[in-house]
């Protein structure tokens, strides 16, 4: 990069990044379902050790198959704790969940303490990495999740587990995802503000591009977006035009739904989330069906996150 683009980097991240105020105790410290790991120096993301949530398949069902979460902005791991609990649970499977750099319990830790896009993609490939090496999960089985701004690193993630180490994510699922923060900028700004970010800035649009480029004898990664119609912090227009350029560009396997009640921050567990999720992923994911059971959790409220 340029210093010109560097500069430009980091003035993005200073107001993409938004980590909310610790509390005087930090209670997720004490969290049982906090677990720290480190991946060798030599892996892409490693020689740093990180924190995660985790949160195994409901006791009884043996499911192999993980989400893998990615929170949106102004919230961390301690803040979503319960939320991502239930949402496992009613989801039945395993889940972890990624904090970001400079984020929660990652502000106190040596090495993950300050906020930055790299950081944050390090981060990610190493909650992919802990998964297939660590808790010896196939990439196939694998979702990625991600919420709002966590919407940005699922795609990288996606795309560079297939560039550096060949591995097919088994599905995405992008819960009001943006098209760029350039464009959620002018939604507030206005296009001449927007124009101070840079144009390669967590751009969604040019990184599901990217997906949809499968090299001869690989497979489309299957993708879900969900946007609810009420989201008045990043419009469902977003969702709607990412949904479209995929199409456009003949991905086979992509869906959206648009829940009507639902907005930013508040949706039905089931209605909303578990139930599109289990019936898109149980048509593109080989055996998720197979251990799933989407009917419990009827009538859920469910603050998302």
């Known amino acids: 990069f340029s210093p010109l683009a560097i500069m430009g980097l980091s003035l993005a991240a200073s107001f993409v990044f938004l980590p909310p105020e610790l509390p005087a105790k930090s209670g997720a410290q004490a969290s049982k379902n906090i677990v720290w790991d480190?991946?060798?120096?030599?892996?892409?993301?490693?020689?740093?050790?990180?924190?995660?949530?985790?949160?195994?398949?409901?006791e009884g069902t043996g499911s192999r198959r993980t989400v893998i979460f990615f929170h949106g902005n102004?919230?961390?791991?301690q803040l979503i704790e319960a939320d991502l609990q239930q949402f496992g649970q009613v989801l039945k499977c395993n889940l972890l969940a990624v904090e970001y750099p400079g984020y929660g319990l990652c502000s106190q830790a040596k090495g993950c303490q300050e906020v930055s896009f790299e950081g944050v993609a390090d981060v990610a490939m190493h909650a992919l990495l802990y998964c297939c090496h660590v808790l010896e999960v196939d990439p196939s089985q694998i979702i990625l999740h991600g919420r709002s701004l966590g919407s940005a690193p699922v795609l990288h993630l996606a795309k560079r587990a297939y560039d550096l180490l060949h591995w097919e994510i088994g599905g995405i699922v992008l819960q009001c995802p943006f098209i760029s923060i350039r464009q959620v900028a002018a939604d507030y700004v206005g296009l001449a503000g927007s124009l101070l970010v840079p144009s390669d800035c967590y751009n969604n649009m040019a990184a599901l591009s990217l997906l949809c480029q499968v090299p001869p004898g690989c497979c489309f990664v299957p993708i879900l977006i969900l946007h609810g119609e009420l989201d008045k912090v990043i419009k469902p227009y977003h969702g709607r035009a990412l949904l479209k350029k995929a199409i456009d560009l003949g991905h086979p396997s992509i869906e959206g739904i648009f829940p009507a009640n639902a907005t930013h921050n508040h949706w039905s567990l089931r209605e909303d989330l578990v139930k599109p999720m289990n019936t898109f992923l149980d048509k593109h994911v080989e055996g998720w069906h197979e251990q799933a059971n989407w009917?419990?959790?009827d009538g859920v409220s469910f603050r998302c996150f």
């Open 74 to 77: 102004a919230e961390d791991l």
């Open 38 to 58: 480190q991946r060798p120096a030599k892996l892409p993301g490693g020689g740093v050790t990180r924190p995660f949530l985790w949160f195994p398949a409901p």
């Open 295 to 297: 009917l419990t959790g």
